[in-house]
């Protein structure tokens, strides 16, 4: 099988997690270019992934490194040009979520998209390739829970990492636009509808910064779907126990819960407390598996000229549902989406 070539935008916290399994854990793919604003991430690139070729100006990594895919995990403003610049230069692309930051940037990617239907484009909504999300759909689809009619989500950054959550509340545009988007993906996948209304609500107990941002430490938000199913979603920033994501899919004949308790391992210490477990602490932990299986796809589809299964509208309906409810927080009424 060809050898793809591959340039990545951004070795932040995620970048720096496919910079790895594209440099060392995915066959048939070659790392030679990285591109960041951080001189500090092109030296680690450099030095330690032994990338050829790193810059800090994107367009010239299109245009002038040997590559054949750009895997873009630049902050999320940044997406969607960079999409279109790579898809217009004849380029495969891996971007991760969200797809942009309003609906605008959203259709200037779709554009590019529909533009360029000899490239394949991949959207970065790993958690369809975690092995126990994976399962569940495939239960699911085999007809073992009966019909699926709600979807419960949970989603709650650590304690331990609220400081670094505060001071990113004044840009992130909000919690439900920062941390809900893989729960809307889920839902529309496992409830196989539309949303088409939402309404939201936020508490702010412990940290009053996050209220003086804007923003809100606790979001909750009630989902109506266009097949009559609906959805209740739970972020928030002040987990004490670690990084805790849990998904539970109520059905006609059964539940399924993914992760209803969020363990680290199979370790139990026992000791003058009890007998007790550790929990996962933050998200490249948890994820790691499907970080890694995303892009052993992107990179399958690349070689197989296969399309993948998520496609670029899906990134623009959550991106829209993200807006719809971030709006309904601060209006405090029910928010139809339109699409
Ligand atoms: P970060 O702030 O740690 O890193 C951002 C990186 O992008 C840096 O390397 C920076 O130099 C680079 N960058 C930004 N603008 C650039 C430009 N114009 N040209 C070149 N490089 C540029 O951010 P983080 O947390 O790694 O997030 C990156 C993206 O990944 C975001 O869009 C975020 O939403 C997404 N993300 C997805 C997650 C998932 O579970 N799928 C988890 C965390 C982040």
Not at 204 to 213: D, G, L, Q, S
Not at 232 to 251: K, M, S
């Amino acid at each position: 099988m060809k050898e793809i070539k591959v340039g990545i935008v951004g070795l932040g916290r995620l970048g720096s997690v496919h910079a790895q399994n594209l440099a060392f854990k995915i066959p048939g793919c070659k790392l030679v270019a990285a591109c960041s604003l951080v001189q500090k991430e092109l030296d680690w690139a450099k030095d330690y992934l032994k990338v050829e070729y790193t810059t800090t100006d994107y367009k010239k990594m299109v245009d002038e490194a040997d590559i054949e895919a750009v895997v873009i995990v630049s902050s999320s403003p940044e997406h969607c040009w960079m999409i279109e610049y790579a898809l217009d230069a004849g380029k495969h692309v891996f971007t991760d979520k969200p797809l942009g930051c309003s609906l605008e940037e959203c259709k200037r990617a779709e554009a590019a998209v529909e533009r360029h239907p000899d490239k394949i484009f991949f959207l970065g909504f790993m958690r369809r390739y975690d092995p126990s999300y994976a399962d569940a759909k495939a239960q699911i689809n085999a007809g073992r829970i009966g019909k699926p009619y709600l979807v419960k989500a949970t989603g709650l950054d650590p304690e331990a990492l609220v400081e670094s959550c505060i001071k990113f509340s004044k840009t992130s545009g909000g919690i439900f636009i920062d941390a809900a988007s893989h729960d809307i993906d889920l839902m529309r996948w496992f409830l196989g509808g539309e949303v088409t209304e939402v309404y939201a609500a936020g508490t702010n107990f412990k940290h009053p910064e996050f209220a003086e941002n804007g923003d809100t430490e606790t979001g909750m938000a009630m989902l109506k779907f266009d097949n009559g199913t609906v959805a209740f979603l739970h972020v928030g920033r002040t987990a004490p126990h670690g990084y805790h994501t849990e998904t539970e899919i109520v059905g006609t004949e059964a539940h399924i819960r993914v992760a209803g308790v969020p363990w680290k391992d199979r370790v139990m210490v026992y000791d003058q407390y009890g007998a007790r477990q550790e929990i996962v602490e933050n998200f490249p932990q948890r994820f790691a598996e499907a970080y890694l299986l995303e892009m052993v796809d992107f990179i399958d589809c690349i070689q197989k000229d296969r399309k993948p299964e998520l496609t670029v509208y899906d990134g623009t309906k959550a991106t829209l549902v993200t807006y719809a409810i971030t709006d309904s927080f601060h209006s405090g009424k029910p928010v139809q989406v339109q699409y």
